[in-house]
T-cell receptor, first 114, second 111 residues
Framework: GAGVSQSPSNKVTEKGKDVELRCDPI?????LYWYRQSLGQGLEFLIY????????KSGLPSDRFSAERTGGSVSTLTIQRTQQEDSAVYLC????????????FGPGTRLLVL | GEDVEQSLFLSVREGDSSVINCTYT??????LYWYKQEPGAGLQLLTY?????DMKQDQRLTVLLNKKDKHLSLRIADTQTGDSAIYFC???????????FGQGTTLQVKP
């Protein structure tokens, strides 16, 4: 079927506002991952979900960042009180299971905080 | 913590072979990956290798893994201008699903 989709593709917001980024994984994939790509930090892991297990939040940079995954499918990454250093491309990936070899990435959401 | 290192830039002539190298620190990495990123695009999974393999070949791509030295390489045979992109090496961390990425190697292919 279709690949990983993300929306919006671009988001411009003002410092201090909250933003929500959405990820729709490949149908049937139980594992979902969020990463962020920025010029200064490269590609960083943020959080991952595997089935009904507690998510691994070890990569979230601050408590302004949170994510949820409803019904084991779509995920939303929320950034509260955005800061300029949050500007980056936020990438979502999914795989059949945590132990599956292949992680497939979506096109990303480019976030710019003014 | 876990770390993955790559050289930042490689320039080759069209038709030559390209070899992109990567080293990683986590000896418990189970899978090692190569992703390609073209300008303005997302990450495209090129290939991956399981840690109990030494080599994997897929058409023009050959991955070599030296687990003892924690060294991974990607060889692209008959490199084409369409291969110009950034190539990321990634290691899957231990028994988790998260990937640790290198900084990316920019491959420039000259006609």
């Amino acid at each position: 079927g279709a690949g990983v989709s993300q929306s919006p593709s671009n988001k411009v917001t003002e410092k201090g506002k909250d933003v929500e980024l959405r990820c729709d994984p490949i149908s049937g994939h139980t594992a979902l991952y969020w990463y962020r790509q920025s010029l200064g930090q490269g590609l960083e892991f943020l959080i991952y979900f595997q089935g009904n297990s507690a998510p691994d939040k070890s990569g979230l940079p601050s408590d302004r960042f949170s994510a949820e995954r409803t019904g084991g499918s779509v995920s939303t990454l929320t950034i509260q009180r955005t800061q300029q250093e949050d500007s980056a491309v936020y990438l979502c990936a999914s795989s059949l299971a945590r132990d599956s070899g292949s992680q497939y990435f979506g096109p990303g959401t480019r976030l710019l905080v003014l | 913590g876990e770390d993955v290192e790559q050289s930042l830039f490689l320039s080759v002539r069209e038709g030559d072979s390209s070899v992109i190298n990567c080293t990683y620190t986590d000896s418990s990495s189970t899978y090692l990956y190569w992703y390609k990123q073209e300008p303005g695009a997302g990450l495209q999974l090129l290939t991956y290798i399981f840690s109990n393999m030494d080599m994997k070949q897929d058409q023009r791509l050959t991955v070599l893994l030296n687990k003892k030295d924690k060294h991974l390489s990607l060889r692209i045979a008959d490199t084409q201008t369409g291969d110009s992109a950034i190539y990321f090496c990634a290691a899957r961390s231990g028994n988790t699903g998260k990937l640790i990425f290198g900084q990316g190697t920019t491959l420039q292919v000259k006609p």
